[in-house]
């Protein structure tokens, strides 16, 4: 989906990146069963992921590979988790060629397509936790959260300026969604710029909305917040099933059905809206207090 | 249960913080209905989350107010989620006592009881979008998320160097249940120092195990990957229930049948936490080295 | 609650009935767990039903005392299930004061109390299995299916005829669901007599209505049938948890809050109600075929 | 798939042999939303079944069909369901013809392809509801309840004791998986003869275990019960999504990649089946009685 340009840009847990990222470096995770003696496993030194299983040393490999990676000088600064991505992404696609390997892995493949990659809780994962590491010895990135938070409103904001649409597209829920979805709320409620939400709204989850949770809740109460166009509403679509089921489904049909799209390389452009978005901000502040001052405007 | 003593710290969403924090400001949420039209609420200004509405502006003012506080002084600096929700805790308590009111959120009771509050995804809500704003003028604090990652460990660290036991209760799941049961991997999968994980573990949740997702995974699962102690997991407990149900029961319960604990007050000890594990995770690697080097121990 | 006087009457699955007449035979189930090795527990001679636990022996046992009982005399005949719910429960009721025990199961209880207690498929459960196993020998009770959905038609007419008011409760959903939901339409739609739906709705179940199937159809789906009085549907209630954490909370609150009422002895009165409603019928189905004849009326 | 040969048998509800039958006289129904005001819908005559939509005459058009088909001589007696929807198939199929329709519905489908469809609630419909409408008036069908449990439990008998292997597919839970599965115990625990538990067992269901409902019981807790073989259990599958995204794809495959079966005919070799099984059970029952006797076996 990525390398036929249906995915602009992401936001997705540091776990998923991580545990992705085993491919990359060549490691193995095996599919096994959730019925099995976890105590045993434990003991035999295998971890389990539902119905996957692998052995605790891939995780020591994988963390020895990032804190050396994130050891380097490029790491050796603040920067937004896309920024973070993108060099991590840079070494595991080089670290694929050395081992005649090729797109195995998110990171690896949004790299080489320029596709930004936002993780909107970047202390919870290992990748996190391994930064975490690094810090306690005064090494390692700093995650700028406010950056992250700016340029993914940013991509949005620019999206809808130059008369196009935006569109989400959600597997699952929890903290990556929301931070999808505020994007408009930071666009209209808080920056005061004009935005009607977005323009498509897919969610693919089990979570329903009657927990009163975020996971669960609808496009239609999303339309409430000005986070979705209460003109599209019609055309949202919430399908109950595991992801695992849907995403396959709709890959498939993608892939055999719409023309591929040009890579739109929206990580290089990142600067670019960011300073669109801000230039606007700063240009409605200067004239609300005008106006506040009683100056003509 | 904060004020008898039996949370020690937290992990919440900022949207839990930001919308508790209306009660605060004396702004009025009001008990509605699900079923409702989005589109006729949108124009008329109100908000809805699931059942719960309020008019547009309580977030315009909650978002201003917000903006005006942490644009003070005591927030222009890099600094943990804990430190950040403590001060924003200080203001909201005073404005509480301007309104006569107190203890009407858990910024305000938090702060008062000394309770350390973080949030894993500090980017991702009404509170991390308006430290955004306030970014692109310049102004505001900066989450320091390794600062999280490492205290949070510490509090855990220090529980069982100190022959204490480590006890979690997981409200949902998403990306704070990462964030506390990460404690433990941290410890001994990426510090290298000693750890048995959680003792207790107990989760209120509608998440199933078999969508293969964090959120349901059961302890058993966390045992694989010692986050949860093996000894222990026989007295593991998932509730598949709503929290708003389950809570107020071992609310209650708690209330009723245990004596108060006298407050820990870890915020003010985070400080000397963190010390304690930075020392003894620089000592290992101290060791380490010099293993690596071949001298003698 | 049945004794309370707030159970008028009743639809199970048989294997509800089966199961809980283990206790009225003095016989032992186990609170156990659902993680156990169940090719173990096979070999064993255990039988599990998610947590609890019991021998195969318990199942032989209540067999073979069904089978005896309903080889007697007062069964080979036609019935509906509450007649024979009704001759279980007198002999369960014997059984049970020879064993020095009371009320330890519903069939018991609703046999005192004059509750009548529908099972919605007859065929469909152990105690179906035994009266199978009867026929295969020519003896045994017949289960009238068409009695047992006239007599619950004519509860419900005679509640409304009489000025007063239809509720339903429902835990979980299933067969017994519709069973008790289809009294309004048999009433108006099917028979042609008055109703306007049941007054009151209350469910606990874990179905959505995504799923598009009867357990978890809304309140709200059910008025577009008939099903439920639109006037009446604010005042509908579903609770989407576990019905052993929502039955103890809801008895509690009933038997302490609210006065009990005088048993109504529904069982007894099945006779009359049936030949109201099987007149009323009669006389607009006479009536309906005389005005097709073009007779004046 | 019943015309393929892939479904040699089947148990289903009425309400889906019922709202199927619309099709075969050539009824309406909607695809509309479940987003609408059911006051409104039951205002202007339309009837909803999540989001479904038709016109309340096409309940009525069908229950008068209905009656009118079984006040005929061929339904006045007492029968299993299989012959009940036998009968009702062929006059559909007939009814179709006239209409240049073809296999639009299940039931002259299964008509046309001897296939036995059984239904473990027969009360509980709106078949059922005709049925109890004509007993008033002293005409139609009675269903034999213990004739459904006998059939249903020869058919598994018979393919068993040929050396042959029973699989069985649950689309949902509920009344009818149990009606399915409880054919083991039948067999085994109760008529006392030889069985060692379905072969294959495969559920699509969103009913997860930690309800403790039969619906969500997995094929694990029925091998303690001797429904499903303990040897075959690794191969049991249960897929936790709608039978609206699985029940498409598996035929979809199973017609694409697997050869048709020739039609078993089974609803003409009932009385067969029923026969050997009622009498190995009662040789089995005089060879126990002749041992209880003390006489030498």
Redesign the interface.
Known sequence: MIRAGFIDWMVS?G?NLYHDAHWGLGLALHQGS??VD??A??RDG??????IVFE?GV??ET?SYLRQVMNGAEFQRSMSTAELHHLLGKYLAAREEELGLRDTCILSTAYRCGVPLYV???????I??????L???GR?P?????????ET?AIVYAAKRNGGASGVLIL????PK??VL?TE??IN???GLEGEGHDYFVQVT??????????G?TP??A????KVD?AR?PDSV?V???S??ALPLLTAYALARAPKRSLRHLYERRGEMLER??KD??ER?ARLEKEARGDPT
Not at 206 to 215: I, Q, V
């Open positions: 847990t776990a959730s019925d976890d105590r496993l434990h295998v971890v389990r992921i539902y119905d605790f995780l020591l963390d909107s809780s970047p202390g919870d994962s290992s996190g936790l391994n930064i975490a590491d810090w306690l010895k390692g700093h995650v700028d959260v406010s950056l992250d938070v700016n409103s699952g829920g929890g903290s929301n931070f505020q709320p930071q409620e808080i920056l089990d979570a329903r909305p009657d927990t009163g949770g975020l996971s809740a239609s109460e339309v409430s917040w000005g209460p509403l919430v109950y099933t595991d695992t089921i978005l801000r901000f700063l502040q």
